[in-house]
């Protein structure tokens, strides 16, 4: 997860999620269209045991249906619009992001945050493996070469993914440079560590302590310009941002 000499490396969220719904195949495919390195994405089970890339407990923010993800059967989740009147867009699968991310003509990684608190417990953990297995790229020879990244606030959730495929990259997210910058992340040996921009400016020496221990800095949400720069000075190896084009053009200026 090394940063190139240009700067940090530009991670979608949720894809281009600016210009259009979070979490639809549109906003990561104009993410691609846009030069983003990454493509991040959040990811819960459904009753029925399949990974959807949705990011709250439910659905009613980002759909026209209501509804709490893990009550729900896959089946039940497709039958609502997670685009816009104008332009419908289907429910995302995980595996369908992967394959988009696989099929790019340039190297992109997939980020996976999984959820915690929930109510299926590692079980998550456990289903993203065998999906990444199942195409191939679960246990990379490298952690640079890795084409999956999966991260998680919550420190149980990285430990079991680095117990079960020690050199694919994780990153331990958390609004505390104490949380991150203590024995956690070297704990459940997470390879990166992921603050806030806002912890970020709190905390700048962060990035240096995080590299002197063989971690690389994933930031979020940075989208604004002072905020790209500052990542850029500080060393961050990758930024999360809503507008990947946008931050791409900022750091190839």
Avoid at 74 to 99: C, F, H, K, V, W
Avoid at 143 to 160: K, Y
Wanted: negative net charge; charged residues 25%.
């Amino acid at each position: 997860m090394s940063p190139d000499r240009r700067g940090p490396l530009v991670v979608a969220h949720r894809g281009a999620s600016a210009a259009k719904p979070e979490h639809t195949l549109a906003a990561y495919e104009l993410a691609l269209r846009e030069g983003a390195d990454g493509l991040e994405c959040d990811v819960r089970l459904t009753k029925d045991g399949h990974l959807v890339c949705v990011h709250d407990r439910t659905i009613d923010r980002t759909s026209d249906g209501v509804g709490v993800v893990s009550e729900m059967t896959r089946d039940e989740l497709a039958q609502y619009n997670y685009g816009t009147a104008e332009e419908p867009a289907e429910l995302l699968e995980l595996s369908a992001l992967i394959e988009l991310a696989l099929d790019s003509a340039r190297p992109v990684k997939v980020f996976i945050e999984t959820k915690h608190p929930v109510r299926f417990g590692g079980l998550v953990e456990s289903k993203v493996l065998a999906e990444l297995q199942r195409f191939g790229i679960a246990f990379p020879p490298s952690a640079d070469h890795s084409r999956a990244v999966v991260m998680s606030f919550s420190a149980g959730a990285v430990w079991r993914i680095r117990r079960s495929a020690p050199m694919l990259p994780t990153v331990l997210l958390g609004e505390s440079a104490r949380y991150l910058g203590g024995g956690a992340a070297t704990t459940v040996g997470a390879t990166a560590v992921g603050p806030s921009v806002k912890t970020l400016h709190e905390h700048p020496d962060m990035v240096d302590k995080a590299a002197a221990a063989g971690r690389a800095t994933y930031c979020w949400t940075v989208d604004d310009r002072t905020d790209v720069a500052l990542c850029r000075e500080l060393g961050v190896s990758w930024v999360a941002t809503n507008h990947p084009g946008r931050t791409k053009n900022w750091l190839a200026s």
